[in-house]
């Protein structure tokens, strides 16, 4: 029998997803042993086998580095700015994505409780407080992952839930939690964002788009793991738009072992759904690519702004103006292949940023977004609203920026300067982001400030750079490291490290 490469694919990645399994487990239950003698009894009744899994995948994952071996850091692995000193703080965390300081500048972490690559924490998403030597106290868990954001504002977390449906809560340091806004449109290929506050007392985020490109297909079976769960889920936009009717073969992989393209899909509709020229696709409240304005309470919900891919990051300038990161396309393993590019904008109220047909303010028909051995790409859009502006910076293909900061004192430097994380591609063939930049939102200037130069399974150092914040005091800037997570050669299996995430801090030098 002939086997269709991704059905291999998603063969091999079931036994990825039971070897993390049985990590992820095992390092739970060996954390709570060396805690307390209490759980020693309940060793034996736990079937803790090692499950028969691809000996390359083993031998591979043997190979990845713990966190401590990436410190001390090797001088060929990075670069910073030599007026800087770069310093671990914690050690250990598991697919951290968040800081925030409270009134008092105590520093917390949220960590998401889930990684691309369908890994998760048996105790979800949690916020923990890292005291002044680094030592950690879990605060609050059990948030459905992947936990997206936790910001403090007015004695309260805000924190976002990324699963379906997403999630906005406002939480208590005594455990309580309200759910603020329910029902978002999270949870396909994308989630939520950073949730910010702005000088009008006003709460901001975001929710993505469902699909890398608009049209439901194959990857998000084999690669997102989510169709075969939600079979229905498509992306919904937040405006009326208009279809040209075109359509993308496809392979069914609710078939076993399918071989060929017999299903026609479309933009904006369940998968091997078509779409016919002219077609309306009505827009509405719960919507994906899409940014939301509320009162602190959640209340009088509405859409802000809309027509983005991805967005992780958003923050407002010492102006008073809103900025916010895009992620762009992916050009692999899917039914609309666009290599896009990645960007830095300023929010407009009431605009719209180019979501499928443009990129970075560019029509995806340009050249420059046809992907090797893959087709030019067209519209899907019979009719295109005005583009709300031009972006402010523009990064290179699977940079991948995410969160920003700051700069606001001249203990640190660079004052008013942007400093922004770039996670990098999921792929080490292509080297961008990896680093984090400062940016003059003013200029459009991107400077590179840190910069893991050999990325990959066995670097040292920052590798993943998610967040970053400044001190209360702006003398220091703390910089979230993810962890390693990487696909392997051309496999879309994703590669996850547990308690992979470094919280690091950079200070100047005396």
């Known amino acids: 029998m ?6 291999q694919q998603w063969l091999h990645y079931q036994e990825w997803l039971k070897y993390q399994e049985w990590l992820r487990y095992q390092n739970y239950m060996n954390q709570k042993i060396a805690n307390t003698q209490q759980y020693s009894s309940l060793i034996p009744h736990h079937n803790l086998v090692k499950p028969q899994i691809n000996y390359e995948l083993e031998t591979y994952i ?34 951290p994505t968040s800081i925030t300081f409270d009134d008092e500048g105590r520093l917390y972490v949220g960590e998401a409780g889930f990684s691309y690559g369908a890994a998760d924490t048996p105790e979800g998403g949690r916020i923990l407080e890292v005291g002044s030597n680094g030592e950690v106290r879990e605060i609050v868990s059990g948030f459905r992952g992947p936990v997206t954001s936790i910001t403090w504002h007015q004695g309260f977390f805000y924190v976002a839930e990324g699963k379906y449906p997403g999630r906005i809560l406002r939480v ?38 469902a699909t890398t490109s608009a049209v439901v297909g194959i990857d998000n079976y084999y690669y997102f793991n989510w169709l075969q769960k939600m079979p229905s889920f498509h992306d919904v936009p937040a405006r009326n738009l208009v279809l040209n009717g075109k359509n993308y073969k496809s392979i ?34 719960k919507a994906n690519s899409v940014m939301y304005q509320a ?6 919900l509405r859409v802000y702004l ?33 290599k896009g590019l990645e960007a830095m904008w300023e929010a407009v109220e009431g605009g719209w940023y180019g979501f499928p047909d443009y990129s970075a303010g560019i029509p995806v028909t340009d050249p420059m977004f046809k992907p090797e051995g893959e087709p030019q790409p067209e519209f899907v859009l019979k009719e295109h609203p005005p583009l709300a502006t031009e972006p402010t910076v523009i990064w290179e293909h699977g940079s991948s920026p995410s969160k920003f900061d700051f700069s606001k004192s001249k203990r640190f430097g660079h004052k008013n300067w942007a400093f922004v994380t770039l996670f990098g591609s999921f792929l ?3 080297p961008n982001g990896y680093k984090v930049v400062r940016v003059n939102v003013e200029t459009g200037k991107s400077v590179d ?22 001190s209360p005091d702006g003398s220091s800037l703390y910089v979230l490291d993810f962890g390693k997570i990487f696909t392997v050669d051309k496999s879309p299996d994703l590669k996850t490290e547990a308690s992979g995430g470094i919280l690091w801090r950079v200070r100047r030098k005396k």
């Open 306 to 338: 809309d027509g983005f891919r991805n967005v992780f990051g958003l923050g407002f300038a010492p102006n008073g103006k809103l900025y916010f990161t895009e992620f762009g396309y992916d050009d692999k393993h899917n039914s609309r292949p666009i």
């Open 252 to 285: 069914n992989p609710f078939e076993i072992n399918p071989q060929e393209a017999n299903v026609v899909t479309a933009p904006y509709q369940p998968f091997g759904t078509p779409a016919k020229d002219g077609q309306i696709v009505k827009g509405q409240l």
């Open 172 to 209: 208590g340091k005594d455990g309580s939690k309200d759910v603020l806004v329910d029902g978002l449109r999270s949870g396909g290929d994308h989630y939520t964002s950073d949730v910010v506050f702005g000088p009008d007392g006003k709460m901001y985020f975001c929710v993505g788009s």
């Open 428 to 430: 080490p063939a292509q």
């Open 295 to 300: 009162n602190p309470d959640g209340s009088n």
């Open 62 to 95: 043997k190979d990845v580095p713990a966190p401590v071996d990436r410190i001390p850091i090797s001088p060929q692995d990075m670069y910073l700015d030599p007026d800087y000193i770069l310093e671990p703080v914690v050690v250990g965390l598991n697919f």
């Open 449 to 470: 400030f840190l910069a893991n130069l050999r990325p990959g399974p066995k670097t040292t150092g920052v590798v993943r750079p998610v967040d970053c914040r400044f």
């Open 2 to 7: 002939t086997w269709n490469p991704w059905y």
